[in-house]
């Protein structure tokens, strides 16, 4: 047998002999794409051309399954093909159409370039607005809502011929952790867990390919995290009847690599695919897979992964997407005939696994087009002295970033790229605007909203 169908490893660098070496050693049959991995799509799409025929033509192997990150919002790894703004602004226009169109869309972008299996939808409930992995990676709080959008986007993403993630099982919304940084402990009774499964269940019985355990420990139920639990596994399996492939948390992340060794990890896994994005641990962890006894389901479920079928593409894009996202909280619409200074504040990440960031130059393009009279700045070089200032940022919780000497006697908005966590740390007679999210056309909209041109 292959052992390698039951591990998802990422690989090191660009170079593709390095990366060919490193392939004749391991023999993975799934194979997560980061960014370092790639600058652009052309890029990437070179990339898995080159290892589909070193498998197929030197290794003597079918093709690997190639997955990815790719939720939208603060959380992709493409930056440049059509991506979601995010899970929350799905939740906020709360609309089950559009987020099935959502997941056709990306599905058919990932496709395009190779890309068969998408760790993709977050179906954790934002059940606190200081929870660092989730924010606007969830739909939202409301179990409800969350089960109908993230089973329409499932739907969508699996139309596309590409494998969904249902993730993290059985809810990661219940800790204010960082498990890529600790191991969180979700205390809760077994009755407000089940209502964190609600949209698993949803997933499972829509036909959701795979899930993805997480690193939290429930102490309620066992005392060791998800990813290595055989009660929680004994639930997904018997008590929920799910099929598909259930894969772990990247076993890198601190909540696991701190407490448990690479052999205590592969040999308490109940997971069918065991997640290593580090491809020295990958390697190490191979040596004991090995001498696992590997249930043969496993192997079955495995090879079933990627969906039969799929649809073409839609002709709509994201864009009306991003344009129904944009909402004004409060505030008068500034004037594009007076002169406006616009300031970028620093990114500030709430979690390892946030990779957006704002596309200055592309904001900057499209925004000269309809507006003249702006000024562009970095927060920490602002000079300006417009009568108009709009703010863009994010988390500003995080770290207190004095907004009044920016504000201060002149026309502001204040542009939030994630949840509206930000609100209260906004002066008063400041308006406030969200996009949830950092892509540049969300951005771009979002400016437009504060001079009342949408």
């Known amino acids: ?82 991506y979601l703004p995010s899970n929350y602004c799905l939740g906020f226009i709360n609309r089950a159409d559009i987020s099935r169109m959502a997941g056709l869309i990306t599905g058919s972008e990932l496709r395009s370039i190779g890309i068969l299996w998408n760790h993709a939808p977050v179906l954790d409930l934002l059940e606190s607005p200081k929870n660092p992995v989730i924010l606007e990676r969830s739909f939202g709080k409301n179990s409800k809502k969350v089960s109908k959008l993230g089973k329409s986007y ?7 011929g590409v494998a969904a993630t249902a993730k993290h099982f059985p809810g990661h919304g219940g800790v204010i952790e960082d498990s890529h940084l600790t191991m969180p402990v979700d205390n809760r009774n077994i009755n407000e867990i089940k209502t964190s499964m609600m949209p698993f269940v949803s997933a499972i019985n829509s036909g959701v390919k795979s899930i993805m355990l997480s690193h939290v420990l429930y102490s309620s139920i066992d005392d060791v995290p998800a990813s290595l639990s055989k009660r929680i596994n004994d639930i997904l399996r018997r008590d929920l009847n799910f099929t598909g492939v259930s894969v772990t948390d990247s076993i890198d992340m601190k909540a696991l690599s701190s407490n448990f060794s690479i052999r205590e990890i592969a040999m308490r896994s109940n997971a069918d695919i065991i ?51 944009v909402k004004k909280f409060r505030g008068k619409y500034l004037s594009k005939d007076i002169e406006t200074d616009i300031i970028f504040m620093p990114n500030i990440s709430r979690t390892l696994v946030e990779t957006g960031r704002i596309d ?52 502001s908005f204040y542009i939030s790229t994630g949840i509206n966590c930000d609100i209260n740390n906004v002066p008063g007679g400041t ?13 771009y909209l979002a400016i437009l909203r504060a001079f009342g041109l949408i």
């Open 275 to 325: 997640e290593s994005v580090d491809p020295e641990t990958s390697i190490e962890l191979m040596d004991f897979i090995k001498f696992k006894d590997i249930n043969r389901d496993s192997y079955k479920r495995i090879i079933n992964l990627v969906p039969d079928h799929y649809i073409k593409m839609p002709d709509k894009g994201m864009s009306f997407i991003s344009y129904m996202c």
């Open 1 to 82: 047998m292959n052992y390698g169908y039951f591990i998802e490893t990422g690989i090191p660098g660009d170079d593709i002999e390095n990366i060919k070496k490193f392939l004749s050693k391991l023999r993975p049959m799934h194979i997560i794409l980061m960014r370092g991995n790639f600058s652009n799509k052309r890029e990437l799409a070179s990339l898995i051309s080159k290892i589909n025929k070193f498998y197929i033509n030197d290794l003597k192997l079918n093709r690997p399954v190639f997955s990815i990150d790719q939720e939208g919002g603060n959380v992709i790894r493409i930056s440049d093909i059509d």
């Open 431 to 443: 308006g406030y605007i969200s996009c949830f999210s950092t892509k540049p056309e969300s951005v």
């Open 154 to 160: 499932i739907n969508g993403l699996q139309s596309a």
């Open 360 to 411: 200055y130059k592309n904001v900057i393009s499209m925004l000269k087009k309809r507006i003249k009279r702006i000024n562009i700045f970095d927060y920490e070089n602002y000079n300006g002295s417009a009568r108009q200032v709009i703010i863009i940022g994010r988390n500003l919780h995080i770290k207190n970033y004095e907004l009044k000497d920016l504000t201060f006697k002149k026309r």
